[in-house]
């Protein structure tokens, strides 16, 4: 799925909610954010961009509460209640199971459009064709996709012998891990999995990658990208997610 063909079908659940309230001139819509990244990263204003399309703008009908936990997870239950207090109208989240259960446990009347990696097989849905209760949103299936990654590095770096694993700590699953490791083996290739929690971890990770004798790296976590981006490259509009140590 193409990026804006993402953002589409994201605004498209957050203005379903929406569409189904009573119509009502002068109504202001509130939404709630619960999400890794800043208000003004990229695919933010990407999104906020196509609600305006549709109709929803920030400052006029839609009001916006906004809460970036970034790598501060022990903050996202309670700004999920500072949400829920606020009286929003809908709820959109982003990150690892936990993140989207915080938003659950906040409510169980508030919509929330959540996205993350498989929304059925880590049980926040029954299905996502008929989801039940209050959630709903986009399976990204990253294990998929990291996979296929990894397949890419590989075949691009003939003789390739060692590779590391960089992955925030916050929302790497151990079936991700397990998988690639698996996968990585079958190559004959020796894979080293550093695992990030906070950003000054970062360049530690780095450094263990490289004493492993690791050649390449293969980036996992929006928020590992954001932090490693700023912290050793300046701030950048995104990130390659593999590449040379």
């Not at 399309?53 to 970036?68: K, M, P, S």
């Not at 770096?157 to 992955?167: I, N």
């Not at 080293?192 to 906070?198: E, L, P, V």
């Amino acid at each position: 799925m193409k990026r804006r063909e993402f953002i589409a079908l994201m605004c498209a659940g957050v203005a379903w909610p929406f569409a189904a309230m009573a119509q009502q001139a002068g109504r202001t819509y509130r939404l709630g954010c619960l999400l890794p990244l800043t208000h003004d990263a990229p695919i933010n204003i990407a999104f906020f961009d196509e609600l305006r399309r549709r109709g929803f703008i920030e400052g006029q009908n839609l009001a916006v509460d906004y809460r970036t936990y970034g790598l501060h997870v022990d903050l996202i239950s309670e700004y999920a209640a500072e949400l829920v207090k606020a009286r929003v109208d809908v709820i959109v989240t982003a990150g690892d199971v936990t993140t989207i259960r915080a938003a659950q446990q906040a409510t169980k009347t508030i919509p929330i459009l959540a996205m993350t990696d498989d929304m059925v097989r880590l049980g926040l849905v029954a299905s996502m064709a008929r989801p039940d209760g209050n959630t709903t949103g986009v399976s990204i299936l990253a294990l998929e996709l990291d996979g296929k990654r990894q397949e890419i590095l590989i075949e691009a770096v003939p003789g390739l012998r060692r590779m590391a694993f960089l992955a925030d700590a916050n929302f790497t699953t151990v079936a991700t891990l397990d998988a690639l490791q698996e996968a990585a083996r079958a190559h004959n290739i020796e894979l080293s999995i550093h695992r990030i929690a906070k950003g000054e971890e970062i360049t530690a990770a780095i450094d263990a990658a490289k004493a492993s004798g690791a050649e390449r790296a293969q980036l996992f976590g929006v928020t590992t990208l954001l932090h490693l981006s700023s912290a050793h490259y300046g701030p950048r509009r995104g990130a390659a997610p593999a590449g040379d140590l």
